[in-house]
């Protein structure tokens, strides 16, 4: 059964610093991947996606993920954080053939100034 | 163009009591979904909407939770009757159509039943 682990339930970094939140999926084709973004009282907001080709696929406000079939991750990176990304995150795996959305535990973020 | 609009953003019950939340997806949106969000957990399905058609409900639980989606645009979640472990924050998304597109969400209500 399709799965995505999320191991950091939270995560603190000083502004500035960089960022790398780590997902591993379980699913037995080529799976399409998410990354979203929730923000205290918000829904879901779509960070980047990886369907198929560059296996580095950039997204929205300065993030990065990057595909690895042989270790079935897909992490987010940033460079450099800005208070503003402390939020919630959630990878989630899909498949071409149904609709359905599997979501990790997700990952809060906070930072530090 | 609008996101997806949902109401109310917030409500409070007591159990065994009714309760019922209305999502507007995006203009032209075929597929819709809700989601229950527990605190400190990912969004999981409850079900989907093909335009105005059922396509997966396995997660939905029947004896409580009812959905529909009249003319294939707004659509109205409802428990009858609540129970204290239903308190969670409900999402709904839509997507444009079948087949691996990305959803886009709406802001959630959020449930708490006393």
């Known amino acids: 059964a399709q799965s995505v682990t999320q191991p950091d339930i939270h995560i603190t970094v000083s502004e500035g610093a960089s960022l790398e939140l780590r997902c591993n999926y379980s699913?037995?084709?080529?799976?399409?991947l998410f990354w979203y973004v929730q923000s205290p009282g918000q829904g879901l907001q779509l960070l980047l996606k990886?369907?198929?080709?560059?296996?580095l696929v950039q997204g929205i406000k300065g993030f990065e993920a990057e595909f690895k079939r042989s270790q079935s991750s897909f992490n987010l990176r940033k460079p450099s954080v800005h208070w503003s990304d402390a939020a919630e995150y959630f990878c989630?795996?899909?498949?071409?053939?149904?609709?359905?959305?599997?979501f990790g535990t997700g990952t809060r973020l906070q930072v530090f100034p | 163009e609008a996101g997806v609009a949902q109401s109310p953003r917030y409500k409070i019950i007591e159990k065994r009591q009714s309760v019922a939340f209305w999502c507007n997806p995006i203009?032209?949106?075929?597929?819709l979904y809700w989601y229950q969000q527990i605190l400190g957990q990912g969004p999981k399905l409850l079900i989907q909407?093909?335009?105005?058609?059922?396509?997966?409900d396995s997660q939905l639980p029947k004896d409580r939770f009812s959905a529909e989606r009249l003319k294939g645009v707004d659509s109205t979640l409802k428990i009858q009757p609540a129970k204290l472990e239903d308190s969670a924050v409900y999402l709904c998304?839509?997507?444009?159509?079948?087949?691996?597109?990305?959803?886009?969400f709406g802001p959630g209500t959020r449930l708490t039943v006393t």
């Open positions: 998304a839509s997507s444009p159509g079948r087949g691996a597109y990305e959803q886009y």
């Open positions: 699913y037995g084709a080529t799976p399409y």
């Open positions: 990886y369907f198929s080709g560059d296996t």
């Open positions: 989630a795996v899909g498949h071409y053939n149904t609709d359905k959305l599997i």
């Open positions: 203009s032209g949106h075929a597929t």
């Open positions: 909407f093909q335009n105005n058609g059922v396509v997966d």
